[in-house]
């Protein structure tokens, strides 16, 4: 297709599906100062519908994996920011700020590190320039950054890892200083960049969320710089504690952190024919409501993040082999579900409504 043709489609897509209600999440989320975001892959952007979409519902976007070590660094000498920038040039082009997902990780990892059978030394010294030169490279243009990804495991111990203990970056059995030094490395590679610690199955009350709040308690109280704290809100059971999250969210507040939603998804049951039940889309939104309202009940709560956009585009198909899907706002051709209708609800309602 020819870029003009390109284009008019694009126009003609957001001027028919923006048309539907007339506010889109994006516009009822300015007026109230909040981030309303997506993770974002680069090969859909060339689909018209995928563009438009994520253009006019989003001011904010994260690339879901293109930012990752296994997506930049082929090789050990190599840097490869293509993917990346890519997905930084639509976002400045559309006016959207961009999320960087994420700095350390224990898993997707490219084969070479894993693999590389580096000493404690070798690693620490590749792991302070991965920060060092991604974060340069972004800096001015990814505001915020997810420093260290799931270092925990679920009972609240600090979860073995290649950057922790096998062998590690020099501080195996030392609780939590390797997640405090990738916290100073970023600090000092770009000062005015927001760092987060993000974290899975720690969004209410339970025994990972007590360990994140004491590890972020000691850190603040240690002055690690650290801005906030990531709850990915991957909801797989259609029930979700959200006045647990909305305490766990107070709580980490009264630390002087602020709370991004950073992947929220509500999967559901798939029959054989990969269809859902009418309830289940409606119990869904309901989830997605509660979410974005404990949310906007808390004035650190910044930025409500879902991890795509699109059926289309979704972790959980590949990962629940085909049982679960239809996690998020809009269907595989792009129609919005009751969960987007609720998700503009509350953005429009805005922060002072309380329910
Ligand atoms: O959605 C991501 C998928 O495309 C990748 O294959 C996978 C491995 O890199 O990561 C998925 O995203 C994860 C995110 O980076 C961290 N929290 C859990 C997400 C779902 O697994």
Redesign the pocket.
Known sequence: MKVSGFIWLLLWFTFVTAGCWGQTLRQEAERDGILVST?A?LPPLSEPAYAATLAREFNMLEP??AM?W?ALRPDERTFDFREADALVRFAVEHKMKVRG??LT?G??NPDWLMQGHFTSNQLSRLLHEHITRVMEHYSGQVFAW?VV??ALEEKGTVRGSIWYDQPGIGFAGQGTAHIEQAFRWAHEADPKALLFY?E?EGEWMNRKSDAIYAMLKDFKQRGVPIDGVGL?M?IPFLEADTYGIAANIARLAALGLQVNI??LDVSLPLDSNSMVRAEDLLRQAEIYRAIVRACLNSSNCTAIQT??FTDKY??IG??SRGTRGQALPFDRIYRSKPAYRAVLDELSAGRSQSR
């Open positions: 993770a892959r879901e994996d990752k296994a997902h994420c990780w898993r997707n997810d990804n799931e993000n899975a990915q991957h950073t992947e991890w795509g979704s972790w590949s990962h």
